[in-house]
């Protein structure tokens, strides 16, 4: 009996002295009827995705595989473009047979002639291989040559295109950024106006501009189509002074040489004249939400300059113009490349 109770105060004391691995704990209880703790207020809480807007929608180009998409742009003008005036040096009066000077004709004005513009512009749009659009833009009424360049889904130029065929493509074929509903409004990637051909010696007295695209209706259609009707209103105007020094007089070769001691002669103060340009455009075009094409696009440009302006300073068509979009049943094939000459021998 003795050696019984020996035995199990050997084995108590041996369990009651075992040691526990080191870095081992032992989880806490939670007290019964403990609550979980509530998350923090700045915690990052998963976004919820954005709801679509009923009221707004995206525009986009949606040319189908192999079948590209494919407009004329018109641009018929009304009246004749301004032309720049040259004066002619007056003619000399030239001596008859028997001493009697002949009337000189009167000095006329010589209008130069205006900077050719093509007639029409065809936009053919693409599916390219990187995702993007190939647009190939063929002039017509003049020579040059057709043009090609790289542009998004909603129709904005990622490059190539530039000057006149690039602002006329913006034109008709950019579609908003984001989507968008009645009242809406965004801006173009044009550029009317080229500040820098304006010269040096221009001083910007005034300047306007405005660009702006407005969506003033989304109307049902046929088919469960939408219809966005959009209104452009661009301007750009720049107006200031033009520095020109004008020609010392002639005077008498004594009278050139200064005497000793005196001034060297001052040539004429410089004078300031008058210049402006200015660019304006309007359209209203009906675009088919659904089938992501116009169904309808006309509009006008206007530009004028006035004084020492270079020709290069407008990047559209000079004068009034009126444009006019039609979809073309299939587009044109590409032109041929032409061939190149083999060097002499």
């Avoid at 590209?68 to 742009?73: I, K, M, N, T």
């Avoid at 046929?222 to 009707?229: F, H, K, M, S, Y």
């Amino acid at each position: 009996m003795m050696r019984s109770l020996f035995g199990l105060v050997v084995a108590l004391s041996l369990f009651a002295c075992k040691e526990e691995p080191r870095g081992q704990l032992e989880p806490i209880p939670r007290p019964p009827g403990l609550k979980d703790t509530p998350k923090e207020a700045g915690a990052a809480q998963p976004a919820a995705a954005p709801t679509a807007d009923p009221s707004k929608v995206v525009l986009r180009w949606k040319p189908a595989a192999g079948a590209p998409v494919a407009y004329r742009l018109t641009l018929d003008r009304a009246g004749s473009a301004p032309a720049a005036v040259e004066e002619v040096e007056e003619a000399k009066p030239a001596k008859g047979k028997k001493g009697r000077d002949k009337e000189a004709p009167k000095p006329e004005r010589a209008a130069a002639p205006s900077p050719a513009f093509p007639s029409a512009f065809t936009y053919v749009l693409e599916h390219g291989d990187s995702g993007d659009f190939r647009l190939r833009v063929i002039p017509e009424g003049t020579n040059a040559a057709e043009d090609t360049g790289t542009v998004s889904e909603r129709g904005f130029v990622l490059d190539g295109l530039q000057g006149i065929t690039r602002n006329t493509a913006s034109l008709v074929l950019e579609l908003p950024l984001s989507a968008v509903g009645p009242n809406d409004t965004w801006a173009l990637g044009t550029e009317l106006l080229t500040h820098d051909a304006l010269g040096p010696t221009f001083t910007i007295v005034k300047t306007e501009r405005r660009n702006r695209v407005k969506l003033t209706a989304l109307t049902p259609a046929d088919g469960g189509e939408q219809v966005a009707t959009l209104e452009y209103d661009l301007l750009d105007q720049l107006a200031g002074k033009v520095a020109t020094r004008r020609a010392m007089p002639a005077v008498p070769a004594r009278a050139a040489i200064p005497e000793e001691g005196g001034d060297e002669p001052e040539g004429a103060p410089p004078t300031a004249t008058d210049a402006s340009a200015e660019v304006r455009i309007v359209g209203r075009g009906e675009f088919l939400v659904k089938a992501g094409k116009w169904r309808s696009w006309e509009g006008s440009i206007t530009s004028s300059t006035r004084g020492t302006v270079s020709p290069t300073a407008l990047q559209v068509p000079p004068g009034t113009v009126k444009l006019k979009l039609t979809a073309l049943e299939s587009a044109p094939a590409p032109a041929a490349p032409q061939p190149t000459a083999k060097p002499q021998q």
